[in-house]
């Protein structure tokens, strides 16, 4: 994706040293574009956990990165694995709700594992960093080659007039390495000519969407609009959205889908008012162990600071303000789950598919047991 022009992914190695990765530490974004060097696995791991990067494709994307800087720090001896190992439990312990995580940590754990030399260990973990990044890159791309034909449809119906899409939080290219998951049939409707307009959730208490996915939206020139949380609904109402496009950051074999706090709402507003409501995943994002997301999938739960203070530009610097009673108690979960009755169809690197077993496993055959 462009920013200002020019072509980013949101993580890639340094071109003159092939131990430092390179991310836009997402924090100070809209308002600052800054790219921060990671050169150990500690480095990854903050950055993980305090949302330099953030979204299920690039924490899987950096966690595979992270593994090959412990490659590179491990010592080289017979506890070269061990090191590994822990590295790697090390970083699935930083946000335990997007699966990508630990496919990533495991992915390369099995590459390592599969060479017996120690420099053969490290060419490996680059080599497999490198092909997560570029498998994910790749599976988003695809998803905006299937979705886009959803969005053609509507457009089709409406005799062409403006497609109103909404979406919740950031499932857009920050979120992944390039592309996005949700905003990849946004942006391939807007290439091919169509007109589309996107709704932005704000999405507290983080403002992915005001902050993350409007930016981003903007820098493609996509129309769209900003709105509180709690105005989706009131829109359905009125006939003013089309289709609801959402991430995920876990799905479950059964169609179940944990994604931003605010999303299962999203969902039950647009049943009611019989506005489809699509998932945008690559597989990586599917946990093939679980059947049932509300008692399974694990909801990180963060700061209460998140919601009681706010961030934004003031005077040209950016400032945090209090917005609470000081001593008021906050909660702060960071996810819920759609179950998969609320959702119209999954949208994969393979196709689209219904948000059941069967459907998942008819695109998916190389995982039935
Ligand atoms: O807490 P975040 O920002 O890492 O949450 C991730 C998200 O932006 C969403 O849940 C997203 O819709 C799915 S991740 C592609």
């Not at 409707?189 to 409007?214: C, I, M, Y």
Request: aromatic content about 8%; overall charge negative; charged content about 20%.
């Amino acid at each position: 994706m462009k920013v200002n022009g020019k072509h980013y992914r949101t993580i890639w190695i340094d071109e003159t040293v092939e131990t430092v990765i390179k991310i836009i530490d997402q924090r100070f974004l809209p308002h600052k574009f800054i790219i921060e060097d990671l050169k150990t696995v500690h480095d990854v791991a903050l950055a993980i956990k305090e949302m330099h990067v953030r979204g299920a494709g690039l924490i899987g994307a950096t966690a595979g990165y992270g593994m090959y800087l412990a490659a590179l720090e491990a010592p080289q001896d017979n506890s070269f694995t061990a090191y590994l190992e822990n590295a790697g439990d090390y970083l699935k312990a930083t946000r335990p709700t997007a699966v990508n995580l630990s496919w990533a940590v495991e992915k390369q754990l099995i590459a390592i594992k599969n060479e017996t030399a120690i420099a053969d260990k490290i060419a490996i973990s680059f080599k497999t960093a490198n092909e997560i990044a570029d498998l994910d890159a790749g599976y988003c791309q695809r998803i905006g080659e299937f979705g886009v034909s959803i969005i053609e449809e509507i457009s089709r119906q409406k005799g062409g007039k403006t497609v109103n899409v909404l979406t919740h939080c950031n499932a857009g290219w920050l979120a992944f390495v390039d592309y996005g998951s949700a905003t990849s049939p946004i942006y391939a409707a807007f290439d091919k000519g169509l007109d589309v307009h996107v709704w932005v959730d704000e999405t507290r208490p983080r403002n992915q969407g005001a902050s993350l996915t409007a930016w981003e939206l903007g820098q493609h020139r996509v129309p769209h609009t900003i709105i509180p949380d709690n105005v989706g609904g009131h829109l359905m109402q009125h006939g003013q959205v089309d289709m609801v496009i959402v991430g995920s950051d876990r799905t479950t074999s059964t169609g179940d889908v944990a994604n931003k706090i605010g999303t299962y709402l999203k969902a039950l507003a647009a049943i009611d008012n019989q506005i489809p409501f699509y998932v945008a995943l690559p597989s990586t994002s599917i946990d093939w162990d679980m059947e049932n997301g509300i008692e399974e999938i694990p909801i990180e739960e963060r700061g209460a600071d998140e919601v009681k203070y706010m961030e934004g530009l003031c005077e040209g610097e950016i400032k945090r303000i209090l917005l609470t009673p000081a001593n008021s108690p906050a909660t702060n979960y960071a996810f819920d789950v759609t179950p998969a009755r609320l959702i119209t169809g999954l949208i994969t690197e393979r196709g689209i598919c219904s948000p059941n077993k069967e459907s998942i496993l008819n695109l998916f055959p190389e995982k039935k047991s």
